[in-house]
């Protein structure tokens, strides 16, 4: 009986040892080299896996840096949106090459088409997606470029940074966002930008896309863009560029001065996270702004001023309280 | 009576509802000014010829195909070209148009608008297929395809039947229905035409049998016209798709993603062989067609001639106005068409009928949880399944949705239709379709 037990150990045991040395020189031969540093500029990627960079996953982009570092010796075109600068300085730390700061960006929705600006003409039932939407008609306020609504941005971000206001029935970005592009992609309508995040978060833009000539835009929303040429006229940068009845900032020759906000006849240009305007004649110390407001800014883009007339007459007494209030209004 | 003929594969019986079916053709007075979309047929849009202040005639060439799939449009009345601008489209899109202020009917010369029949045909096939391509021809089933090419058979590929669609399965419709009692004689030319384009001596005009008296019509004529036959098939949705009515006349399958052409046929609606006709044998382009004014609250529900580029409002004052509780005005049947946006859409060479739907049933049932009980795909007529599809697409699960052969699908509706859980099966699949389509087409740029 000992017999066989001890049979049965030594057979099994002598065919482990044989396999394990076949299995060592299997090994040794067919190795397949990898960059070590591959897996230290994985491991100080943000892993998020949203291929905002470019890439399918952070792994790949690991790769690629390691790969570009070492043939071209530069990380140019490189640039992981989730991690930002920090996360680029460590990666450059570890191939050993220096990296340029990127900017920050953020997702800008340039659409404000809410029931209130753009009635609603019909109403819509089906699938909640905006590509069938799309595809199907040219959306309920009957502008053809807005927003449908139905929320394929929210479903793309991976980031929890993007949600509908269900009163304006708009996306709206908050500052959990990376500027990964999902969005941007998701949109069929190209409604989202990603654009400079700006010095402490200020930011102007034109919340509109619609490139009709400025009856019809006009006739379907009352805030969208109609191409007049006026801020265009009043940018010393040259910044503003018109092209088919819609104008469009650049946002890197942008010195946020903020006289093409104040001349549009629309209210089409918004003005993001600025101290409120002080009324003209008045000689005032510049409003603190609390804690409560930033988040507020940040929660919800909103209108600069609201109530310009046609003309583009000077009515821009907006003091601090009420410029809130048009915020949380829209 | 045997068993009549049908495609074996799913299919529904949606409620006919055909109101309009006695009613005769009346020929509505034209509007004050007409919108004329460019692009009215599938594939590129037409390019315009004329200019604003420009002086035109009926059926003067107004906007030419100039790529592969397009077709010419001409001016459906005489008057003066008021400007070119974006009108609002069926879905609400403002796309280019031309927009001609009416004045007085004047004609281009060489065209005969009289009522007489010129049967006698002296035409070659390439004669013919340039007669329709220039008279700007197209499928007036609802699809809209160019008719030339639909004529120019590929090369390696032959002919062997013509088939005419007098099916109108869609419920509500008339459209065709009426044209088969009233132009039967031109039909019948028309088809003969169509052979001889197509180069075949076999013709079979495929009817449900819910309209008896046009199967008997045509069936009577087709005895003096050689090749043509008259066959009645069951009433089943949707019997009109091409590939259906393939199956149930000859009991020939159309392979995934191929056309008719693989099986040796090709497929023409009714109302597309009077337009031949009319191109052909009177050199009319196609400037009117017949569209059918319906709904269960509707005074008077009609059908009616109409221009291109009448505005619907024009057609639904015809039928006595906009009943009072409309929820939707639908372009085409209830299965297949689309909600317009306003009535202020024109009429297209693919409009077939207007439906206007009283509000309770004009909205949509709260959708449930799929309980797999398998309807969809019994009722599906290309053998899809469509809840599988519809979970692909909305998980963006694309590749697995073309691997389903979600391109096959027909969007019929029948799915949707069948659902008792009330899932929108044909918007996912429609929405997968799109994206899809979108994957191929990239692809093939590669």
């Given at each position: 009986m000992n017999n066989v037990i001890l049979i049965s150990v030594a057979v099994l045991g002598g065919l482990g040892l044989i396999s394990a040395v076949i299995l060592y020189f299997v090994a040794s031969k067919f190795k397949v080299y990898e960059d070590p540093r591959i897996d230290e500029v994985e491991e100080a990627?943000?892993?998020?896996?949203?291929?905002g960079c470019g890439f399918p996953g952070c792994r790949a982009f690991a790769e690629n840096a390691v790969r570009q570092a070492k043939n071209e010796k530069s990380l140019d075109g490189l640039f992981c949106p989730v991690g930002g600068n920090e996360v680029m300085q460590k990666v450059a730390a570890i191939v050993g090459l220096e990296v340029e700061e990127h900017a920050p960006m953020i997702a800008v929705v340039r659409?404000?088409?809410?029931a209130a600006h753009s009635p609603d003409k019909v109403n819509f039932e089906g699938a909640t997606s905006c590509t069938f939407a799309n595809a199907l008609y040219s959306g309920e306020g009957g502008c053809?470029?807005?927003?449908?609504?139905?929320g394929d941005c929210v479903a793309a971000?991976?980031?929890?940074?993007i949600h509908m206001n269900p009163e304006t029935g708009l996306p709206v970005v908050n500052d959990?966002?990376?500027?990964?592009?999902a969005c941007v992609i998701a949109c069929p309508r190209d409604i989202i930008e990603l654009r400079k995040k700006g010095p402490r978060d200020k930011r102007i833009f034109v919340s509109c896309v619609n490139k009709e000539k400025g009856a019809p835009a006009k006739k379907n929303?009352?805030?969208?863009?109609?191409?007049?040429g006026k801020c265009e006229k009043v940018?010393?940068?040259?910044?503003i560029t018109i092209t088919s009845f819609l104008a469009y900032i650049d946002f890197e020759k942008?010195?946020?001065?903020?006289k093409c906000v104040e001349v549009c006849p629309t209210s089409a240009i918004w003005e993001v996270n600025f101290k409120p305007r002080k009324p003209k004649a008045e000689k005032t110390v510049p409003l603190k702004k609390n804690e409560e407001d930033k988040m507020q800014n940040t929660v919800t883009q909103a209108?600069?001023?609201?109530?310009?007339?046609q003309t583009g007459s000077?009515?821009?007494?907006?003091v601090g309280s009420e410029h809130i209030k048009n915020k949380s209004e829209k | 009576m045997g068993f009549l003929k049908t495609f074996t594969l799913g299919g529904i019986h949606p409620p006919?509802?055909?109101?309009?079916?006695?009613k005769f053709i009346e020929v509505l007075p034209i509007p004050p000014r007409v919108m004329v979309p460019l692009?009215?047929?599938?594939g590129a849009p037409s390019k315009a010829l004329v200019k604003r202040g420009d002086k035109v005639k009926a059926?003067?060439?107004?906007?030419?195909?100039?790529?592969?799939i397009s077709a010419n449009l001409h001016s459906?009345?005489?008057?003066?070209?008021f400007k070119l601008d974006n009108v609002v489209d069926a879905s609400g899109y403002r796309r280019p148009a031309v927009i001609i202020n009416v004045d007085g009917d004047k004609w281009e010369d060489g065209i005969d608008i009289s009522d007489?029949?010129?049967?006698d045909i002296n035409l070659t096939a390439e004669e013919i297929i340039q007669k329709v391509k220039t008279a700007g021809i197209?499928?007036?089933?609802?699809?809209?395809?160019?008719t030339h090419v639909k004529l120019?058979?590929?090369?390696?590929k032959k002919a062997e039947y013509l088939i005419i669609n007098g099916?109108?399965?869609?419920?509500?419709?008339t459209a065709d229905h009426r044209l088969m009692l009233e132009k039967g004689p031109e039909i019948m030319v028309g088809t003969q035409l169509l052979m001889r384009a197509l180069k075949v001596d076999k013709a079979i005009i495929g009817i449900e049998n819910n309209k008896p008296d046009a199967i008997g019509h045509l069936t009577e004529l087709a005895k003096?016209?050689?090749g043509i036959s008259v066959q009645p098939v069951m009433?089943?949705?949707?019997?009109?798709?091409e590939k259906q009515l393939i199956k149930a006349l000859l009991n020939r399958e159309v392979p995934?993603?191929?056309?008719?052409i693989e099986v040796g046929c090709v497929v023409q609606n009714v109302g597309t062989a009077f337009a031949v006709y009319e191109a052909v044998?009177?050199?009319?382009?196609?400037?009117d067609r017949i569209i059918t004014v319906t709904g269960k609250a509707v005074k008077k529900p009609s059908n009616f001639k109409v221009r291109i580029g009448t505005p619907l409002k024009f057609l639904i004052e015809a039928a006595e106005?906009?009943?009072?509780?409309?929820?939707k005005i639908i372009g085409?049947?209830?299965?297949?068409g689309k909600a317009l946006f306003s009535e202020d859409v024109p009429v297209v060479k693919g409009s077939s009928g207007i439906l206007l739907m009283p509000v309770e049933e004009s909205h949509r049932k709260e959708e449930g949880p799929c309980i797999r009980c398998s309807k969809c795909t019994e009722a599906c007529p290309m053998g899809l399944e469509p809840f599988l599809l519809a979970r692909a697409a909305r998980a963006s699960r694309y590749d697995m949705a073309e691997k389903e052969r979600?391109?096959?699908?027909?969007?019929?509706?029948s799915c949707q239709y069948t659902c008792p859980a009330n899932i929108p099966l044909l918007d996912y699949l429609r929405l997968g379709k799109n994206k899809v389509g979108g994957l191929i087409r990239a692809r093939h740029k590669k």
């Open positions: 990627l943000p892993s998020a896996n949203c291929g659409c404000n088409g809410t053809q470029y807005g927003c449908l609504g139905l971000c991976e980031f929890d940074a959990k966002c990376t500027a990964c592009g929303c009352e805030v969208a863009c109609i191409g007049c940018c010393e940068f040259d910044a942008c010195k946020l001065c903020r209108i600069g001023i609201k109530g310009q007339s000077v009515n821009k007494e907006v | 006919e509802n055909k109101l309009s079916a006695n692009g009215q047929n599938l059926g003067q060439l107004i906007a030419s195909g100039e790529s592969f459906p009345v005489s008057g003066t070209v007489k029949l010129i049967s197209v499928g007036m089933g609802g699809a809209t395809f160019p120019m058979v590929p090369p390696g099916v109108e399965c869609e419920p509500y419709l003096s016209y050689a009433v089943k949705y949707p019997q009109g798709g995934s993603t191929k056309l008719p044998q009177k050199n009319k382009p196609l400037i106005g906009l009943p009072e509780n409309t929820g085409g049947g209830p299965m297949m979600i391109m096959d699908c027909i969007e019929c509706g």
